[in-house]
């Protein structure tokens, strides 16, 4: 797959409670599309900007360079099925364990959609930080498990339009088993949401 442009991409959320992320890469200039299958989008429409657009998972996919999976570790695989073909695209895993075991979403992911370039994102403290400007400033930490060297620089690109800078690469698929685990121990500590926002990260200098 050859993209338009670094700087303007089509992006597909795959999840809720994704908004606060779709406007900022609506306002760093790419083409949004939330993919839901709730009826809860209708109201939020006159809200958001006219770059971002709700509709089907199947659509949001098979219109996006990257898609960002960003729903409940139970709600992984069905999303994943409703994909268009996306062999040859960019999959960012965002989901938040919540149970007690890890649950192998990245694989699962990599297993259903034939995709060689999934990634696992983790961010420790929750989707509040992106309502923070300068996030990279105040010194939030990401991390990023994943083998595609194209998947994690896509990812770098899409975190400085979120205002990162910075990273924890900490290995190919075979630490994804890390970040789930680091995934858990904070959703423990911190009682994060069920469904974070997914933030993508940017490579280390």
Same mark, same amino acid.
């Given at each position: 797959?050859?993209?338009?442009?670094?700087?303007?991409?089509?992006?597909?959320? !795959?999840?809720?409670?994704?908004?606060?992320?779709?406007?900022?890469?609506?306002?760093?200039?790419?083409?949004?599309?939330?993919?839901?299958?709730?009826?809860?989008?209708?109201? /939020?429409?006159?809200?958001?900007?006219?770059?971002?657009k709700y509709t089907t !998972? /199947?659509?949001?996919?098979?219109?996006?360079?990257?898609?960002?999976?960003?729903?409940a570790p139970q709600d992984v695989r069905q999303a994943a099925y409703e994909l268009a073909?996306?062999?040859?695209?960019?999959?960012?895993?965002?989901?938040? /364990?919540?149970?007690?075991?890890?649950?192998?979403?990245?694989?699962?992911?990599?297993?259903?959609?034939?995709?060689?370039?999934? !990634?696992?994102?983790? /961010?420790?403290?929750?989707?509040?930080?992106?309502l923070i400007p300068n996030i990279h400033e105040f010194g939030a930490d990401l991390y990023i498990a994943g083998t595609s060297k194209k998947a994690k620089a896509l990812t770098a690109i899409l975190a400085l339009d979120l205002g990162y800078k910075s990273h924890y690469d900490i290995g190919g698929n075979g630490a994804i088993n890390v970040l789930d685990e680091m995934t858990l121990h904070a959703s423990k500590k911190q009682k994060l949401k069920p469904v974070l926002v997914p933030v993508p990260v940017a490579v280390r200098k």
């Open positions: 797959m050859s993209y338009k442009t670094f700087a303007s991409m089509n992006i597909a959320l !795959i999840g809720t409670g994704v908004e606060t992320i779709a406007k900022k890469f609506a306002k760093a200039g790419h083409k949004v599309f939330i993919g839901s299958e709730y009826d809860y989008i209708e109201p /939020l429409i006159s809200t958001t900007p006219k770059s971002v !998972i /199947l659509n949001a996919a098979s219109l996006a360079d990257v898609v960002i999976i960003a729903t073909d996306v062999r040859s695209k960019v999959i960012i895993d965002f989901t938040a /364990l919540m149970d007690t075991t890890p649950s192998a979403t990245s694989s699962a992911i990599r297993s259903i959609t034939s995709s060689q370039h999934v !990634i696992k994102c983790f /961010l420790p403290t929750g989707y509040e930080d992106l």
